[in-house]
T-cell receptor
Framework: QKEVEQDPGPLSVPEGAIVSLNCTYS??????FMWYRQYSRKGPELLMY????GNKEDGRFTAQVDKSSKYISLFIRDSQPSDSATYLC???????????FGKGTLLTVNP | EAQVTQNPRYLITVTGKKLTVTCSQN?????MSWYRQDPGLGLRQIYY???????DKGDVPEGYKVSRKEKRNFPLILESPSPNQTSLYFC????????????FGPGTRLTVT
């Protein structure tokens, strides 16, 4: 079983849709969780991070962590064509800075 | 502007010809790392460095070398490149105390024929 599982998609939605992106993980030692966004031909950039179970909101984006189920989600409300990118979940134990990434989900938001 | 730069951005080379990909950051970050990104395999860590003169292997270090003689620079060296090292490479940096907030460079697309 891989440490982090992420559905690669691709996911295609109409503009304005609510998008749900998910990752599961197997290692309960992971304590800190992140979502990175990667536009085509660019490096990943940090979108959101959280370290506790529950929800964290930032504008149209909400990150959700359920440590008991080892499941994290990213919700995008009122999706825009500019949200079209690959979204990578990432997590770390916090002790040695090693990030373990999911494989990424390719999202396309159609105008 | 805070940034991580990589050079070259694109490189086509032949098997066995030594090459170096440079990485530099201007944020005074202690931690730096190299990743490769391949379709279906995602981002995998090659090497990382916690500070000057301190480097350690990541998940896929075979065939690569690194050095960290200065805080801002972290070059990736392929002494004898092979076609299975054809990939998209990213350098990243992070401040000590960070818990995953890494800043990535723009990427270097390497093709080894």
């Amino acid at each position: 079983q891989k440490e982090v599982e992420q559905d690669p998609g691709p996911l295609s939605v109409p503009e304005g849709a609510i998008v749900s992106l998910n990752c599961t993980y197997s290692n309960s030692a992971f304590q800190y969780f992140m979502w990175y966004r990667q536009y085509s031909r660019k490096g990943p950039e940090l979108l959101m991070y959280t370290y506790s179970s529950g929800n964290k909101e930032d504008g149209r984006f909400t990150a959700q962590v359920d440590k008991s189920s080892k499941y994290i989600s990213l919700f995008i409300r009122d999706s825009q064509p500019s949200d079209s990118a690959t979204y990578l979940c990432a997590m770390t134990r916090g002790s040695n800075y090693k990030l373990t990434f999911g494989k990424g989900t390719l999202l396309t938001v159609n105008p | 502007e805070a940034q991580v730069t990589q050079n070259p951005r694109y490189l086509i080379t032949v098997t066995g010809k030594k090459l170096t990909v440079t990485c530099s950051q201007n944020m005074n970050h202690e931690y730096m790392s190299w990743y490769r990104q391949d379709p279906g395999l995602g981002l995998r860590q090659i090497y990382y460095s916690m500070n000057v003169e301190v480097t350690d292997k990541g998940d896929v270090p075979e065939g690569y070398k690194v050095s960290r003689k200065e805080k801002r620079n972290f070059p990736l060296i392929l002494e004898s490149p092979s076609p299975n090292q054809t990939s998209l490479y990213f350098c990243a940096s992070m401040a000590v105390g960070g818990l995953g907030e890494q800043y990535f460079g723009p990427g270097t697309r390497l093709t080894v024929t």
